[in-house]
């Protein structure tokens, strides 16, 4: 049962992680990301954009499979 519950945290976390590198992602312009000087903790931008994608990908691979196991109830006791 902890290992359900950690899951379920851990799938909580990546959730909010995701949304919040989502809001930080800019198509064109600044974004939300040039509110916090983003920007200037890497060299150049593409630097930033480059690692801010790979996160945001990490981060949706573990929130589906997350997902995936907790719905599918692989993780439940056998009863019977």
Not at 40 to 61: D, G, I, P
């Amino acid at each position: 049962m902890i290992v359900k519950t950690i899951m379920q945290v851990l799938w909580l976390v990546s959730a909010l992680g995701l949304t919040a590198l989502v809001m930080l992602h800019s198509p064109k312009g600044d974004g939300l990301g040039g509110l916090g000087g983003q920007a200037q903790l890497f060299t150049s931008t593409k630097s930033a954009e480059t690692t801010l994608n790979r996160v945001t990908w990490a981060l949706t691979a573990l929130f589906m499979g997350l997902t995936v196991i907790l719905s599918a109830g692989w993780l439940e006791a056998p009863t019977g």
